[in-house]
């Protein structure tokens, strides 16, 4: 009947059939008509006028949102009429959005394959429960109980933590997990070690921290445990930020030796270490190494991943795993900044991941990103040999890829936009201390097969032409 009214086959003031004809016009119960025309009513789409009966509205909802008459002009904003502090380690020089058909990014999940109907389903079956409703209330800052007992046996059995519902704060994704840890440990001109290069945000995030940025290298072995020691040995050390499965952004994951030599300077000089994990159900070649986490005994790890990459990047869940007294301080924090997450998406995942969806799930994206991954070094081997450098990686989303000399990513970007592929234009956050490495991430996981050729053969006519 809303249709009706709103396409105009039912006008204002138009009288209604009264319920008992009209259920026996439609073969439907009496009761039924009369609770769809209270419902009408309670939404102002039909009135009752005693002795009379039931008509459409004379004055109906309003069906169409009102245009706005006068759009401010768009100066009005630019203009700021009060002071506040701009963050330059926030702004990334000479960043558009490029559009075109094809865009190619740094290493992201495709968000096509999301198991949206799965999701839904169980929200919307969660949600109608009445014994649910309490979920919409103010919750748990720490996050909903279930999820993090979800997520105790799904952590302790798939990546050999040994963790408890008290050791676990639900946070927006990984980067909030990141925020909280770095205004832990940083806030006074700290020092933290990350990788040469590292994962930009991460860096942004500690800068806007107050900490203070030390770089050592990184190789095919992950990031240099023993230049960490030197520096150690030199001054205070407050945190070690490392993405060791795959290091981001060379994609390389941290050897054996390197994790016990890191879990071992780390109680040795009482640092904490940041381990952030945010692909680890992404491996293709043999089993995941565990992380970090699984052999830390003596509390210095501070363990960031979440689901954003399994499942969404748009599904905001993620978790921050540490010693309780760290994840209660985490939490009083997170609280001052958003009071709690989303207690029922929270809840869907939980009973997503009890019964077996999101396992299933990552599972299948794991055989789909394999098989990209594949094709898409399969090709650049074939198609683009003389001009890349590159290694197939072992896991993740990404292929790190080195443009030889004289070759230049901004000739390169340039000229495939005018094909119609726009590649990430951030790319030169990879190099933030210019070291010319001219190495930019090209992620392969979100394009489909055909996606991948077309991307492969336009480079291939991009550097013949170059
Ligand atoms: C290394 C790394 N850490 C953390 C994140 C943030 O992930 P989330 O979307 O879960 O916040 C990303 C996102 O791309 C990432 O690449």
Redesign the pocket.
């Given at each position: 009947m809303i249709g009706f009214i709103k396409s105009g086959k039912l006008a204002p003031s138009t009288k209604l059939p009264g319920s008992r004809k009209l259920s026996e016009d439609l073969q439907i119960h009496r009761k039924t008509v009369v609770a769809a025309y209270d419902e009408l009513m309670s939404q102002d789409w039909i009135e009752s006028i005693p002795a009379k009966g039931t008509f459409v509205s004379k004055n109906l909802p309003i069906i169409k949102a009102k245009e706005f008459q006068h759009l401010p002009d768009s100066n009005t904003h630019s203009t700021v009429g009060f002071d506040f502090k701009k963050r330059d380690h926030l702004f990334i020089k000479g960043i558009e959005a490029l559009h075109a058909p094809l865009k190619v990014d740094?290493?992201?999940p495709d968000h096509r394959l999301a198991p949206i109907e799965d999701i839904a389903k169980n929200y919307r079956n969660i949600a109608n429960k009445i014994h649910h409703k309490e979920l919409l209330g103010y919750g748990d800052t720490y996050g909903n109980l279930n999820l993090r007992k979800a997520l105790v046996s799904y952590l302790n059995q798939s990546r050999g933590l040994k963790t408890t519902v008290d050791n676990i704060l639900i946070?927006?994704?990984?980067?909030?997990?990141?925020y909280l840890a770095s205004q832990l440990l940083l806030n006074n001109q700290n020092t933290i070690i990350t990788g040469n290069t590292n994962?930009m945000?991460?860096d942004n995030t500690f800068m806007e921290a107050n900490g203070i940025i030390k770089r050592v290298s990184v190789d095919d072995n992950g990031i240099n445990t023993s230049e960490i020691a030197s520096i150690c040995q030199q001054q205070k050390v407050s945190a070690v930020y490392v993405?060791s499965h795959h290091h981001?952004p060379t994609t390389v994951t941290l050897s054996a030796e390197r994790r016990m030599h890191l879990l071992d300077l780390a109680q040795q000089y009482h640092f904490a270490i940041i381990e952030?994990d945010?692909?680890y159900d992404f491996h293709y070649s043999n089993a995941p190494i565990l992380p970090l986490a699984s052999n830390d005994t003596q509390g210095n790890v501070i363990y960031?991943?979440?689901?954003?990459?399994i499942i969404a990047?748009a599904l905001?869940?993620?978790y921050f795993i540490a010693p309780k007294e760290v994840v209660d301080e985490a939490a009083r924090l997170r609280r001052i900044l958003d009071r709690q997450g989303d207690t029922l998406l929270e809840q869907t995942l939980s009973r997503m991941i009890m019964n077996g969806d999101v396992q299933r799930h990552s599972n299948k994206v794991r055989k789909i990103y394999k098989e990209r991954r594949d094709l898409f070094c399969n090709l650049i081997s074939e198609k683009l040999d003389n001009y890349f450098d590159f290694k197939v990686p072992n896991g993740g989303m990404a292929v790190w890829v080195r443009l030889k000399q004289p070759y230049n990513w901004d000739i390169v970007m340039a000229e495939a936009l005018k094909l119609n592929v726009a590649f990430n234009p951030e790319w030169r956050r990879y190099d933030n201390d210019n070291s010319g490495h001219n190495g930019i991430r090209i992620g392969f996981a979100a394009l489909d097969k055909d996606e991948i050729r077309t991307v492969i053969n336009t480079l291939e006519k991009v550097m013949e032409r170059i």
């Open positions: 740094e290493g992201v946070t927006r994704g990984s980067q909030m997990g990141i994962y945000t991460a993405t981001h952030d945010y692909d960031i991943g979440g689901f954003t990459k990047p905001r869940i993620g």
